[in-house]
């Protein structure tokens, strides 16, 4: 996997802060790969998704993630270490395949499209509703993108096929779920967290972006030089440049 480095760095945050959560990985994807069809990214399977913005994320600012959580039962903030490519690993070890659900329905892992067409619920109800609806009815997703279609068809199938479909949906994608147990020294609970890859991933391209765009800043006042010259200079070269400046 090629990392995002220097200008792409500053384009793929250009490209993707303007984009709802969804479409802005995809574009970072986009960016890594420019080589397969954009339209791939957005049909791979959610653990299969997570798993390459792990591995983008590790070859583009290392393996090393670090957090922040608080604990639901006193407020303490937690902290958490983690290791990009052992969680994408992770991912790709637990795989996520089609299932054969009831009534001879097969189901497939949700995909981005489907948590982007799940954006136009009111509820979680609503939410859930349709991403099951679309991932149960694979010929059909496109046609289940609103509440009220994924009912009527939820609603058409028995009440004993319908539960088994929702049975079925949690175990097709247990797989994309990232979980972590963290111990709380401050009351001794062990609350779990679910670690949202897309939005740390996209907060911390961000935040690189702007620590970026700051030494920019400060070594073309002092030197006269243009943002490609000094977006193109390894991190190491920059410090040592503004290192001088400030001396």
Request: with cysteine; aromatic share 4%.
């Amino acid at each position: 996997m090629r990392g995002l480095v220097g200008e792409e760095l500053l384009t793929a945050w250009e490209r993707s802060r303007g984009l709802p959560e969804q479409e802005a990985v995809l574009a970072l994807l986009e960016l890594a790969h420019p080589e397969r069809p954009a339209n791939e990214w957005a049909r791979l399977p959610l653990g299969e998704r997570d798993a390459l913005l792990l591995e983008l994320r590790a070859a583009t600012l290392g393996r090393k993630m670090e957090g922040f959580a608080m604990c639901p039962a006193c407020g303490v903030q937690l902290e958490f270490t983690v290791d990009a490519l052992e969680l994408a690993q992770g991912l790709r070890a637990q795989g996520t395949q089609t299932s054969e659900g009831a009534a001879g329905i097969a189901m497939r892992p949700a995909n981005t499209l489907d948590l982007v067409a799940s954006r136009t619920a009111k509820s979680e109800e609503e939410a859930r509703a349709i991403l099951l609806a679309r991932t149960a009815c694979a010929d059909a997703a496109d046609e289940l993108d609103t509440a009220e279609s994924a009912r009527r068809w939820l609603e058409a199938q028995p009440e004993a096929v319908a539960a088994l479909l929702a049975e079925r949906f949690e175990q097709v994608n247990a797989g994309a779920e990232i979980r972590m147990r963290l111990a709380c020294a401050a009351c001794g609970g062990c609350p779990l967290l679910d670690l949202d890859v897309a939005r740390y991933l996209l907060r911390e391209i961000g935040g690189t972006a702007r620590r970026l765009l700051a030494e920019i800043h400060e070594l073309a006042l002092a030197y006269g030089w243009s943002e490609a010259v000094i977006a193109a200079m390894s991190g190491v070269r920059r410090a040592a440049y503004l290192e001088m400046v400030g001396a």
